[in-house]
């Protein structure tokens, strides 16, 4: 198979396109390398069978162009990262819903599958853990409301579920939660790879709010895994997936791990969460995913703990 992965020089992209190439398929990469970085050299030795295309999703005729020559589509560009969502909000909807849009056309246009990333945040302040999938306390309900990132994945959600009942797209939706391992940049914001490199630089660990908000991290290759068996199971089309891990973690019990792990000689400070989300910092206070759904359709289940991605 060709699959096109837009946003493929990203963290769970890059992960996801050698997991492919290695599998067999060709790979045809779209990026504008906002957050992602460019191929190295392990693409390169695939020869023909790698292709990167720096371009945006945003730009609709280049879109086209690139899910006519493949089979399948897997869309992850998304401006993605505390920092760039809370800075840029209009530019980072746009991004979020305008690319998945023209990306959604394309592949109902050629007749091609298309795989959705969305995220946790579709479930906004809802604490009730586990989240299963059907519940209704999610985004478009302002008791549940965080920020525009999650808006505009609940938007790209309903487009795509539209084209798939309105017009027989083949989709399926991922919801990611929290994932984490090799190649994802601290630029971002995000909590372990802050945490290690303020450990492994002997500086304080900076813990927002109290500490006591809890999550759950994945290990990116489980989240590929997933991914994979989504993609080759027929019975997943017009499905929506969690694929999260279940290993629940406050916090504080996060930045206590990173020191022993590290042997840091760091130490832990609170940081009030407005310093970090501004007017966002309404968090969760527990995210833990229901998995049943993808567990029983595919047997998929992460393989990897917490000490494992920490490691
Ligand atoms: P990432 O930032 O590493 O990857 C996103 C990629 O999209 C980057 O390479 C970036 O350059 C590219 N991109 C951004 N705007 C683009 C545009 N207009 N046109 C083309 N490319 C563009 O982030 P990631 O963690 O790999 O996330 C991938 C997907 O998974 C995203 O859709 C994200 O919302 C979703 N997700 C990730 C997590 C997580 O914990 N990492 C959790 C939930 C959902």
Not at 113 to 121: K, V
Not at 173 to 195: C, K
């Amino acid at each position: 198979m060709r699959y096109l992965i837009t946003g493929g020089a990203g963290f769970i992209g890059s992960r996801l396109g050698e997991a492919l190439l290695a599998g067999g398929h060709s790979l045809l990469v779209l990026d504008d390398l906002s957050t992602g970085s460019p191929p190295g050299a392990p693409a390169a030795a695939y020869g023909e069978r790698y292709t990167f295309v720096r371009g945006s999703v945003l730009d609709r005729g280049l879109v086209d162009e690139l899910v006519e020559q493949c089979d399948a589509v897997v869309h992850l560009a998304a401006a993605v990262g505390v920092r760039l969502v809370v800075e840029r909000t209009l530019r980072s909807l746009a991004t979020n819903v305008l690319g998945t849009e023209a990306v959604a056309r394309a592949a109902h246009r050629f007749g091609r599958r298309l795989l959705l990333a969305s995220t946790s945040e579709i479930y906004g302040k809802n604490a009730d853990v586990p989240l299963r999938e059907d519940s209704d306390r999610i985004l478009g309900s302002p008791e549940v409301a965080r920020w525009s990132y999650s808006e505009a994945k609940a938007v790209d959600e309903s487009l795509v579920n539209a084209y798939h009942r309105e017009h027989g797209l083949e989709s399926v939706v991922v919801r990611f939660f929290n994932t984490v391992g090799p190649g994802q940049s601290p630029a971002y914001g995000m909590v372990i790879p802050r945490l290690v490199r303020q450990a492994v630089e002997d500086r304080p660990l900076t813990v927002y709010g109290n500490g006591l908000q809890t999550r759950c991290f994945m290990h990116v290759d489980d989240a590929v895994e997933g991914v994979l068996r989504l993609l080759e199971d027929e019975r997943s089309i017009g499905g929506t997936f969690n694929l999260g891990s279940s290993e629940e973690i406050s916090v504080l019990g996060l930045g206590r791990r990173v020191i022993e792990l590290t042997g840091s000689n760091s130490e832990i400070t609170f940081v009030p969460h407005e310093e970090a989300y501004g007017k966002h910092s309404e968090e969760p206070l527990r995210r833990v995913p229901d998995t049943t759904r993808v567990r029983k359709l595919t047997g998929w289940r992460p393989r990897r703990s917490l000490d494992d991605v920490l490691r």
